[in-house]
């Protein structure tokens, strides 16, 4: 089944966990959205810009919480603290 099948086969009232990529996401929304691993995103520079989208787009999939992980520092993860309130 592609991508475009799961999309349309995904039911967002059913009672169930969907585990997705965040380019699997773009185009749906969901009440509660884990990102995992923040801090072990590459920070590379030919990236920085692709992976900072990646990461809105992931972000913006949740329409009432989102949790963030992370386990190592880099940009990105100091950005997610500082945005929460959380950095220095």
Same mark, same amino acid.
């Given at each position: +089944?592609? #991508? @475009? $099948? !799961?999309?349309?086969? !995904?039911? =967002?009232?059913?009672?169930? %966990?969907?585990?997705?990529?965040?380019?699997?996401?773009?185009? &749906?929304?969901? =009440?509660?959205?884990?990102?995992?691993? %923040?801090? $072990? +995103? *590459?920070a590379r520079e030919e990236r920085r810009e692709q992976d900072a989208r990646?990461? !809105? %787009?992931?972000?913006t999939r949740a329409r009432e919480r989102l949790l963030v992980t992370t386990?190592? /520092?880099? *940009?990105? #993860?100091? @950005?997610? &603290? /500082? %945005?929460?309130?959380?950095? *220095?």
């Open positions: +089944m592609g #991508s @475009k $099948q !799961y999309k349309a086969a !995904y039911d =967002p009232a059913a009672d169930r %966990v969907t585990v997705l990529t965040v380019h699997s996401s773009k185009g &749906l929304e969901f =009440p509660r959205v884990i990102l995992l691993g %923040v801090g $072990q +995103m *590459e990646l990461l !809105y %787009v992931g972000m386990s190592a /520092e880099n *940009e990105f #993860s100091r @950005k997610v &603290l /500082e %945005v929460a309130g959380w950095g *220095e």
